[in-house]
């Protein structure tokens, strides 16, 4: 309360009080870096271009794999698609599977030196994102999609490939474009 | 001298339901030195493995069957079950669009590793998560590593010292 102090004859304002902290800061955990970083055994924390380039090679040895299990995918949801076109109750199931694929191509495509297919799968994943079923006609689509990635893994086309491949990623994404509706 | 890592001192748990995905991260985690990788395939399993072993660092991919990459990441930091609120998650993901960045980075990511990714990107982050570890932010509506990576000048009201 506000009082006059007679002593001094100042009006005497109480203090305000203290506005108090609404953030906790708790200091960094650096129990990772008291058992992991040394200067004797390990790799250096910044690597040199010869250590970076054999990491490399340790990812890229998974290349094969890839190649062999993601063409086997493509396979398998073409059948689901072109299934699909006949069957209509089968849709659902072919949708999640191209949506499945195009998640798995988009990201790992880039990390094993196939940039193009990343690109198509991300146009396919635009076009699936949010469908439970698809029309014939975005079957199809979904379809080319599936060829033009098993034709770039079968040419093993690594690199953003020439001006046709690029002019087939933009003829996909026109085709996305245009049968994108209706999304159900 | 130039400083080092001993992979070899620290566990690694990867969440990742993309079979070369995850093997891809083995591969280079063990060519690292690294000796105790677990990998497992949903967050329930995850949760398993970090309530009965030492786990040190999460590398965990957002893309996942059931419960997702964010929602494992949600309950780590902020559930009153979470096995360890401080473990370091690496997000993984090819959701690389800024919007998922934002949203992982709110709820208490630790790094985020953009797919396609290399393996200079993958150390780099591991680097960081190891070497340069982050100091934790508890607010009401925020737990995890302090968002604020880079001091720049600011002269708006700092609300970390004053309620508002």
């Known amino acids: 309360m506000t009082h006059y102090d007679w002593g001094s004859g100042a009006i005497v304002k109480p203090e305000e009080p203290k506005k108090k902290k609404n953030v906790q800061i708790i200091p960094a955990q650096t129990d990772l870096k008291r058992k992991a970083v040394n200067f004797i055994k390990g790799f250096d924390i910044n690597l040199s271009p010869e250590q970076l380039e054999e990491l490399e090679q340790v990812v890229q040895r998974s290349s094969e794999t890839f190649v062999r299990d993601i063409g086997k995918d493509l396979m398998e949801c073409r059948k689901l698609v072109i299934n699909a076109l006949r069957d209509k109750p089968k849709r659902p199931e072919a949708i999640t599977a191209a949506n499945d694929l195009a998640y798995s191509v988009k990201a790992l495509g880039g990390t094993f030196q196939y940039p193009l297919m990343t690109q198509i799968a991300k146009s396919m994943e635009i076009f699936v994102a949010d469908r439970t079923t698809a029309n014939e006609k975005q079957l199809l689509v979904i379809q080319l999609h599936i060829d033009s990635l098993y034709v770039i893994l079968a040419g093993r086309v690594t690199g953003f490939g020439s001006t046709v491949e690029q002019a087939t990623v933009a003829a996909l994404t026109k085709l996305t474009e245009r049968y994108a509706e209706p999304r159900e | ?164």
């Open chain 2, 1 to 164: 001298m130039n400083a080092k890592i001993d992979f070899s001192k620290i566990s690694f748990l990867i969440v990742d339901g993309d079979k070369i995905s995850a093997q891809v991260v083995y591969d280079t985690l063990a060519y690292l030195g690294a000796s105790h990788i677990q990998r497992v395939k949903s967050p329930n399993n995850a949760f398993d493995v970090l309530r009965t072993e030492k786990i040190d660092i999460v590398i965990c991919e957002w893309r996942l069957r059931g419960m997702d990459g964010l929602e494992f990441l949600d309950v780590m930091r902020n559930s009153t079950n979470s096995p360890n609120r401080f473990i370091p998650v690496i997000m993984l993901t090819a959701h690389s669009e800024m919007r998922y960045v934002t949203t992982a980075r709110d709820l208490g990511i630790t790094e985020f590793l953009a797919k396609p990714f290399n393996a200079k990107a993958l150390y780099s982050r591991l680097v960081s998560v190891i070497a340069r570890p982050r100091r934790f932010i508890n607010t009401g509506t925020y737990f995890g590593p302090d968002r604020r990576r880079r001091q720049v000048q600011f002269d708006g009201p700092d609300r970390r010292s004053l309620d508002e």
